[in-house]
């Protein structure tokens, strides 16, 4: 089975600085994806960025971005320029690759307050 | 194109009743994910239905069921509630079966008394 660590119950940043947040994994699949998911008060869960297992290169979405380590079964993502509209409770979640669906996996969250 | 939309967004229900929240895709949306959100579970999933038929379940009881129609729509039902299922239930949508993105409804706020 498959599970998804985030160590990092709360963390806060000041406005326009970069901030990284840690997601730790364990499965048995060669290939899957990877995401972080947004959920701000509003409760709406948003896409932040994904990444494809079978692809080498890091992800990046405007300012943000993912340090993906396939071998070590880590994957982080960095907020850069952080901004008060980015304080949210932040998802990290696998998904088995193409055909296996629409599961995913979640960790248990990392809070997150941008202050001004 | 319109997001995904849930029905009710707010619920409030005794212990020992039953409740059937539904789940309106994307159009052409073929898969439907359902999932709770508690503070102490953090977010589970419960099933998927795709084309009308359950793909995958998670590790919930019996009580939790659900459907889905030839429109795609969903309906997930709780019978006999217990207080722990107070919770957000999520249910998010995905175009067919080669695709990964997830698109999620606003929820249905569940409190049970």
């Known amino acids: 089975a498959q599970t998804v660590t985030q160590s990092q119950p709360e963390m806060s940043v000041q406005e326009a600085e970069t901030v990284t947040l840690s997601c730790t994994y364990d499965?048995?699949?060669?290939?899957?994806?990877l995401f972080w998911y947004k959920q701000p008060p509003s409760r709406q869960m948003i896409l932040v960025i994904r990444?494809?297992?079978?692809?080498?290169q890091n992800a990046t979405e405007n300012r943000f971005s993912v340090n993906f380590q396939k071998a070590a079964k880590s994957f982080s993502l960095k907020i850069s320029d952080s901004q008060l509209g980015d304080t949210a409770m932040y998802f990290c979640a696998f998904m088995k690759h193409a055909f296996g669906g629409g599961k995913l996996i979640f960790g248990q969250g990392t809070e997150l307050s941008v202050k001004p | 194109k319109a997001g995904v939309t849930q029905t009710p967004r707010y619920l409030i229900k005794t212990r020992g009743q039953q409740v059937t929240l539904s789940c309106s895709p994307i159009s052409g949306h073929r898969s439907v994910s359902w999932y709770q959100q508690t503070p102490g579970q953090g977010l589970q999933f419960l099933f998927e239905?795709?084309?009308?038929?359950?793909?995958n379940k998670g590790n919930f009881p019996g009580r939790f069921s659900g459907r889905q129609f030839s429109n795609s729509r969903s309906e997930m039902n709780v019978s006999t509630l217990e207080l722990g299922d107070s919770a957000l239930y999520l249910c998010a949508s995905m175009d067919r079966a080669g695709e990964n993105e997830q698109f999620f409804g606003p929820g249905t706020r569940l409190t049970v008394l």
């Open positions: 990444q494809e297992a079978y692809k080498q």
């Open positions: 239905y795709f084309s009308e038929t359950q793909r």
């Open positions: 499965t048995s699949e060669n290939n899957y994806y």
